[in-house]
């Protein structure tokens, strides 16, 4: 299976880089305010699709941290569950006192 990844890894890599080669051709992106920004398109590109991947992991970041305060607020939860049948369990497994009394 690591060789299939591989595999489509290399051709993706030949595709992207054949893309690349083909598209070197100066582009002027305008902005507000005549602003202008020059350079390859597939520069360009490249810096719109970081800035993009950025942005989507920064969006995910309110996300994680609930995902990982559930989490252990539910190992918590197991946790004292876990130390109550242990305590039930050692309760009932211990004899009963000879002269009637419960001992602690």
């Given at each position: 299976?690591?060789?299939?990844?591989?595999?489509?890894?290399?051709?993706?890599?030949?595709?992207?880089?054949?893309?690349?080669?083909?598209?070197?051709?100066?582009?002027?992106?305008?902005?507000?305010?005549?602003?202008?920004?020059?350079?390859?398109?597939?520069?360009?590109?490249?810096?719109?699709?970081?800035?993009?991947?950025?942005?989507?992991?920064?969006?995910?970041i309110p996300?994680?941290?609930?995902?990982?305060?559930?989490?252990?607020?539910?190992?918590?939860?197991?946790?004292?569950?876990?130390?109550?049948?242990?305590?039930?369990?050692?309760?009932?497994?211990?004899?009963?006192?000879?002269?009637?009394?419960?001992?602690?």
């Open positions: 299976m690591k060789i299939v990844f591989r595999i489509v890894a290399v051709i993706l890599f030949i595709v992207f880089f054949g893309f690349a080669l083909k598209n070197t051709e100066i582009v002027t992106l305008s902005f507000f305010f005549n602003y202008e920004i020059r350079g390859p398109l597939v520069l360009i590109l490249l810096g719109f699709f970081v800035a993009g991947a950025t942005l989507g992991v920064l969006a995910m996300t994680l941290f609930r995902h990982r305060r559930d989490l252990n607020r539910h190992r918590k939860t197991i946790s004292s569950m876990e130390q109550e049948q242990e305590a039930k369990r050692l309760a009932s497994s211990q004899p009963p006192h000879p002269d009637g009394v419960a001992t602690k």
